[in-house]
């Protein structure tokens, strides 16, 4: 039996099923990285490096930079939940993981 033909461990189709295991996670890492980049922009850059710029602005009596670096992250982490149970919900029926009864 040479290398390529499959073991009787591994069924012919257990290659196809680990390649979809890792585009499901390779997936999975990129939501989470760019939903983690946007509140590291939104905390980070916006609420410490543009502070100055920012609170040329003001919001409810505030200035937009203080309010930014105080409220800015809590409510985009938030935003970004939502955003990432809706994502995930499409990423596993992509990859036919999803819950047939969530309840």
Request: proline share 5%.
């Amino acid at each position: 039996m040479s290398e390529s033909e499959n073991t009787p461990d591994a069924p012919a189709g257990d290659d196809a099923v680990k390649a979809e295991h890792k585009a499901y996670w390779r997936a999975n890492i990129r939501l989470v990285s760019v939903l983690m980049v946007v509140w590291f922009v939104i905390s980070c850059v916006c609420g410490i490096y543009f502070v100055k710029e920012l609170n040329t602005f003001e919001y409810a009596g505030f200035k937009l930079g203080l309010w930014i670096a105080q409220q800015g992250p809590i409510i985009v982490f938030i935003l970004l939940l939502p955003i990432y149970c809706i994502a995930m919900g499409k990423i596993d029926k992509r990859y036919h993981v999803e819950d047939k009864d969530p309840y």
